[in-house]
């Protein structure tokens, strides 16, 4: 069964930068594609970005667009959520998730087998 940990959260002020790290054991990460997911306080769980097994499909929320950027190695079994020019608004528990698929160029963020317990960005002054 599939582990997924993430790391990188923590304390930036508003056009500050920083990566999480989504760490995966217990099998292949190559075999899933991968979603970002958030939850700021009082509002649901949105989907930020997701990665197809290989990397050649990549989305993207619109409010997040041009300025995080997801990656994957697949040999280090990590998937890399690089966040610059953060806003206040960005500020909740970053979730990976990710998805068994046999279809290498698919990504969602609808069908999520497997979660992480979540890493806090807090974007204040």
């Known amino acids: 069964q599939l582990q997924l940990v993430e790391s990188g959260g923590g304390l930036v002020q508003p056009g500050g930068s920083l990566r999480l790290s989504c760490a995966a054991s217990?099998?292949?990460?190559?075999?899933?594609?991968i979603g970002w997911f958030r939850q700021a306080p009082g509002k649901e769980r949105e989907g930020v970005s997701c990665?197809?097994?290989?990397?050649?499909?990549?989305k993207y929320v619109d409010s997040v667009k041009g300025r995080f950027t997801i990656s994957r190695d697949n040999a280090k079994n990590t998937v890399y959520l690089q966040m610059n020019s953060l806003k206040p608004e960005d500020t909740a528990v970053y979730y990976c998730?990710?998805?068994?698929?046999?279809?290498?160029?698919?990504?969602?963020?609808?069908?999520?087998?497997?979660w992480g317990k979540g890493t806090l960005v807090t974007v204040s002054s």
């Open positions: 217990g099998s292949t990460l190559a075999n899933y594609a």
């Open positions: 998730a990710a998805e068994g698929t046999i279809l290498t160029r698919h990504c969602d963020y609808y069908t999520m087998d497997y």
């Open positions: 990665i197809s097994r290989r990397g050649d499909t990549i």
